[in-house]
C-alpha cells in the first residue's frame, strides 16, 4: 500500500514537473529535458509487465494532455516500458536483483546506471524525435537532437535521484 | 484454435505493446489534421485549470515588457480618436457612416500555454466557445499573426501557431503585391519561409510581409515580418523566401481572435467557381 501511494505521489510530480517545468525550459540547437522516462525507470523491477504498460501509457497521456503533443508521449513512454525487461536482463549483476529494491543511484552501482538508465533514454529520445520530426531527409537533425538532449536529461536524472531518493532498507 | 491460443499467449506481452503502441500513434497523427476528442488535448478542465494556475505565476515575470506593450498600441489607437484631431472646417456636418460595414470583430485572450521548440507548436488561449470562438478563426498579437484556432473547449482553445509545419497563411509581398503561402521549416522560430514566389518578381531584402486576407480569416495587412533572405530553388523557378517574423514566439502573451463577420458570404460565393473538369 505504501508503495502505491509513493509511486502515485511520484507520477503526479513527475507529469507536472515534465509538462509544467522541463518542457517549458528551451534552449536552441532543439535541446529538451525529459525527466519522466525516470518515473518508469523506478517502477518496481518485478512489476507485472502488464500492468507496467498500462501505467506508463496513462502517464504518457497525463503529460501528452497538459503540453499538446497528442500521444507523442505515450507512445515513447510505452516503448521505454516494453524495452525496459530485456534491457535489465543484459545487465544483471552478478547475482540477481533483490525483490522489492528499488533500482536507483542509491542501491546500484553508478556504471550499472549509466549503462541501463543511458541506454533506456537513448532509446526513448530517439524514437520520440524520429516520430516527432517524420522526414527520412531530415534524419540528421533527429540525430543531433537526441545526443544533445541525451546529457542534459540524463545528468537530471542523476540529480533527482541523489536529492530526492534515500537507500531503501534491506531486510 | 488451440494452436491460436497458444500463439496468443505466447506472444501477449508483445501484442499488448502493439495494440497500445498503435493506439497511441493513431490519435498522434489523426490529432495534427483534425482533432476528435476534447480530453487528450489542453483544452480539457483539468489540464486547462492547471495551465492558468500556471499562468498566473509566470505572467508576472513579463508584466513589465507587456504593460510597455499595450501603452505603445494605446498611443498609436489614441492618435486616431477623434479627440487627437482639430476640427479645421467648422462648416461641415457630421453624417453616420454607411459606407463602411464592420467587417472584422477581435476578441482579446491570453496565451496561457505555448511552446517554440517542438516540430508543431501549439498555443493554449483562455477563450473558449463561450465566449464565441469558434474553429478556424485567425488569432494575432499587436506584433503579428500568430495562427489559426485548431480546437475549442468551452472555457479555452488551442491554436495552431505559425510554428507548425503546415500552417500555410496566405502572405504578400508589400509594395510588389507577389503573393505565397507561409510556411515553417521547424528549425528556428524566428525565421519562417513564404512558398510559391515566381523568381521572374523583383523582391528586395527587409521588404515588409503582411497577410494577404484571401482566405477570409486575417484582415489584409496584418503583419508578419520582413524578408531576411532570398535565394534561387535549383530546377524550379521560384524564389526561396525567408522571412524573419516581427512577433517572437518565444515570448507571446496577449493576443486577438478575429472574426470575420462576412466569412459566410464569401464562402458561398466562392463556392460557385465551377470546378476544373478532368476527362
Redesign the interface.
Known amino acids: 500500500m505504501i508503495q502505491f501511494i509513493k509511486h502515485l505521489l511520484r507520477f503526479i510530480f513527475f507529469a507536472?514537473a515534465q509538462a509544467?517545468v522541463f518542457?517549458?525550459l528551451?534552449i536552441d540547437f532543439?535541446i529538451?529535458f525529459m525527466i519522466y522516462p525516470l518515473f518508469i525507470l523506478l517502477l518496481p523491477h518485478d512489476l507485472n509487465?502488464?500492468l507496467s504498460?498500462i501505467v506508463s501509457?496513462v502517464f504518457?497521456?497525463t503529460i501528452?494532455?497538459?503540453?499538446?503533443?497528442?500521444?507523442?508521449h505515450?507512445?515513447s513512454a510505452?516503448?521505454i516500458a516494453?524495452a525496459r525487461p530485456y534491457i535489465f536482463k543484459i545487465f544483471e549483476t552478478r547475482d540477481a536483483y533483490d525483490p522489492g529494491s528499488e533500482l536507483s543511484l542509491q542501491n546500484m552501482e553508478f556504471r550499472w546506471i549509466l549503462s541501463v538508465h543511458g541506454l533506456l533514454l537513448l532509446i526513448h529520445h530517439f524514437w520520440f524525435f524520429l516520430?516527432?520530426?517524420?522526414k527520412f531527409n531530415e534524419l540528421l537533425?533527429v540525430f543531433q537532437k537526441t545526443i544533445l538532449s541525451l546529457p542534459f536529461s540524463f545528468i537530471i536524472c542523476i540529480l533527482i535521484q541523489t536529492i530526492f531518493l534515500r537507500k531503501t532498507k534491506l531486510k | 484454435m488451440s494452436k491460436l491460443f497458444a500463439f496468443f499467449k505466447r506472444f501477449q506481452?508483445f501484442l499488448?505493446?502493439v495494440a497500445?503502441?498503435f493506439?497511441?500513434?493513431?490519435?498522434?497523427f489523426t490529432?495534427?489534421s483534425f482533432?476528435k476528442t476534447q480530453?487528450?488535448?489542453?483544452a480539457?478542465d483539468i489540464?486547462g485549470k492547471?495551465?492558468v494556475v500556471?499562468n498566473d505565476v509566470t505572467k508576472l515575470f513579463n508584466l513589465s515588457n507587456t504593460n510597455l506593450k499595450l501603452q505603445k498600441e494605446n498611443i498609436r489607437l489614441r492618435d486616431k480618436n477623434p479627440i487627437s484631431f482639430i476640427q479645421i472646417d467648422k462648416k461641415s456636418v457630421k453624417i453616420d457612416d454607411t459606407l463602411f460595414h464592420q467587417q472584422y470583430e477581435y476578441i482579446p485572450a491570453i496565451v496561457i500555454?505555448s511552446?517554440?521548440?517542438?516540430?508543431n507548436n501549439?498555443f493554449?488561449l483562455n477563450v473558449g466557445s463561450l465566449q464565441g470562438i469558434k474553429r478556424n478563426l485567425g488569432v494575432f498579437s499587436d506584433e503579428g499573426v500568430v495562427g489559426v484556432v485548431h480546437y475549442v473547449s468551452k472555457h479555452f482553445s488551442?491554436v495552431k501557431s505559425v510554428l507548425t509545419a503546415d500552417i500555410n497563411i496566405d502572405v504578400m509581398i508589400e509594395k510588389t503585391d507577389a503573393f505565397g503561402l507561409l510556411k515553417w521549416d521547424?528549425?528556428h522560430a524566428r525565421y519562417g519561409k513564404i512558398a510559391g514566389i515566381s523568381n521572374d518578381i523583383r523582391i528586395k531584402k527587409w521588404r515588409k510581409v503582411v497577410t494577404r486576407g484571401g482566405s477570409g480569416i486575417f484582415p489584409r495587412g496584418i503583419s508578419v515580418g520582413k524578408i531576411s533572405s532570398i535565394s534561387s530553388i535549383e530546377g524550379q523557378p521560384l524564389w526561396d523566401v525567408s522571412v524573419l517574423f516581427s512577433q517572437d514566439y518565444?515570448k507571446i502573451q496577449n493576443v486577438y481572435v478575429v472574426k470575420n463577420l462576412l466569412k459566410t458570404e464569401q464562402e458561398k460565393i466562392e463556392a460557385l467557381i465551377p470546378e476544373d473538369k478532368v476527362e
Not at chain 1, 516520430?131 to 517524420?134: D, Q
Not at chain 2, 480530453?39 to 489542453?42: A, E, Q, V
Request: net charge neutral.
Open positions: 507536472l509544467l518542457n517549458q528551451e532543439g529538451q509487465i502488464f504498460f501509457f504518457g497521456l501528452d494532455s497538459i503540453s499538446n503533443t497528442f500521444g507523442l505515450a507512445s510505452l516503448l516494453f516520430l516527432e520530426i517524420f537533425f | 506481452v499488448l505493446f497500445l503502441q493506439f497511441a500513434l493513431y490519435i498522434y490529432f495534427m482533432p480530453i487528450l488535448t489542453s480539457n489540464t492547471v495551465l500556471k500555454n511552446t517554440y521548440d517542438k516540430r501549439y493554449t488551442i521547424g528549425t518565444r
